[in-house]
């Protein structure tokens, strides 16, 4: 027999525990002692109780992902991506996909010979995302060629295209007229095949440049919007098309927060278009980050690595692709020790056993809702501004981005900002990565990648 101790004891509120905080602090103020702000906009309280947040938010945290339909497996199921190079071998893809591998991100070009490299791989039983290192068109048209080669039912055929308009801007400086006229080429070429993504809206670039991660959600759901609104397709094609797609930080809950909120933007711009989209039917895939990482610390950068990819399972996402520093020039050792960050997180954290481990929380019910927002308002004011294709071309865009990235950059460098391993408790010599370092170089038209800590690198390594 069970005895429940909670009735003993009165209820408390919010206030009464406010009054309480305060009697603690002997004078001190709340907000400089115990309250922060997240990415410099949000507000993060001290606690949060059942008064922040309705019960109807709560329930629908849970509606982030659907439960898996084959008996006998977990209720939370992700794909575990590595990367594939053009350089890379047959063994290589057969070993990884028997050793934790659950899909693929083909980087190719399109005069890459598929057979040989896939050889023995059933994409019908995988998810299989090509990115694409040069023309998009002529990479699908490959994939597509070697897909249709094994004889697989194209109803079979789960991944997606990573790639969106905008990457011939940033990358090719082509006008976005053009771009919009390749995707509607893509959509084409990926109708015959109905559960494989055409496109995919990369929030990425922008906070692997530096970036607030906030701006990248908004940044990539403007160009979602000029996608819709000028490419002359209908509107549902284009949702059932689409990828969505964010790098994940160093910032753990407020990443979970950020992606859960980035599915229900996702929905609700749907509902605009007089859509029924259900935020458990879109596909998120996230990343690991390169900006958190650092070339002078190999251990914190697992620890990073690890749970970077915790937030993406908690916060939904449907593919998670962990990936190691530098990642075209990364040991072998490194790649697979990055493949195996998601076993570890199901056969040893259990993360697969429960649907939604994050669900119930006040202060992420509460920081979702703050989150979803602060994308709401930011995206107005984009549109208000002209929309996100005005702050592409007027520089806008790029102006956020750098500055953004020069500020924590200087603060890193400054040690403002704690970076462990790095700035501080920093890692042994032995620690250090055996890689080239790379000086930081970028056009005007490009958005690059890059790192938090590369001022304080630079200075490190250029020391006799």
């Known amino acids: 027999m069970t005895r429940d101790l909670f009735s003993e004891f009165s209820p408390s509120s919010k206030q009464a525990w406010l009054d309480q905080v305060a009697r603690e602090l002997k004078g001190k103020d709340l907000s400089s002692t115990l309250q922060s702000k997240l990415w410099d906009r949000i ?19 849970l509606k982030f992902h659907r439960d898996s339909e084959i008996p006998g497996m977990p209720p939370r199921i992700w794909s575990n991506l590595i990367t594939v190079f053009p350089d890379d071998t047959n063994d290589f893809v057969i070993n990884a996909l028997s050793n934790g591998a659950e899909g693929l991100v083909l980087h190719i070009y399109g005069m890459e010979d598929l057979e040989e490299l896939l050889k023995g791989v059933l994409p019908q039983y995988i998810s299989i995302l090509v990115k694409p290192l040069g023309n998009p068109v002529m990479a699908l048209k490959s994939f597509f060629e070697w897909v ?73 759901l403007g160009e979602l919007i000029e996608i819709i609104d000028g490419i002359g397709l209908e509107p549902a094609q284009i949702f059932h098309k689409i990828m969505i797609e964010a790098s994940v930080g160093d910032a753990h809950f407020g990443e979970i927060a950020r992606l859960k909120s980035l599915r229900i933007l996702v929905s609700e711009l749907a509902g605009l278009y007089g859509l029924e989209v259900q935020t ?41 692709w962990v990936k190691p520093i530098q990642e075209d020039s990364a040991s072998s050792r490194d790649r697979r020790i990055a493949r195996n960050v998601s076993s570890i997180l ?32 930011g995206l107005q004011q984009l549109e208000s501004q002209g929309g996100w294709q005005v702050a592409l071309e007027s520089g806008e865009i790029h102006r956020q981005v750098r ?62």
């Open 346 to 377: 199901k056969e040893e954290a259990y993360l697969d056993k429960v649907k939604d481990p994050a669900a119930g929380s006040y202060f992420l019910g509460k920081l979702i809702e703050k989150t979803t927002e602060t994308f709401k308002s």
């Open 403 to 464: 500055v953004h990235r020069q500020t924590i950059q200087n603060d890193v460098a400054d040690s403002r900002i704690s970076k462990i391993g790095v700035n501080k408790y920093p890692a042994s010599e032995k620690l250090k990565y055996n890689l080239e370092f790379e000086v930081f170089e970028e056009k005007s038209f490009e958005l690059k990648p890059s790192r938090a800590v590369y001022l304080f690198e630079l200075h490190t390594l250029n020391q006799p």
């Open 148 to 220: 249709d080669s094994t004889g697989t039912s194209p109803d079979l055929i789960t991944g997606g295209l990573l790639w969106t308009p905008s990457d011939l801007v940033f990358d090719h400086n082509e006008s976005y007229g053009i771009a919009l006229d390749t995707l509607k080429e893509l959509f084409e070429m990926a109708e015959p095949y109905p559960n494989f993504k055409a496109f995919s809206i990369n929030t990425s670039r922008y906070s692997e440049s530096g970036g607030n991660p906030l701006d990248a959600v908004v940044f990539g």
């Open 280 to 320: 458990e039917d879109l596909v998120l895939l996230s990343s690991t980050s390169s900006w958190s990482k650092s070339i002078l610390d190999a251990h914190t950068n697992l620890i990073r690595q690890t749970y970077e990819a915790m937030a993406s399972v908690l916060g939904g996402a449907n593919l998670i």
């Open 43 to 61: 507000e993060l309280e001290a606690f949060y109780t059942s008064e922040d947040i309705d019960s109807k938010q709560l329930e629908n945290q």
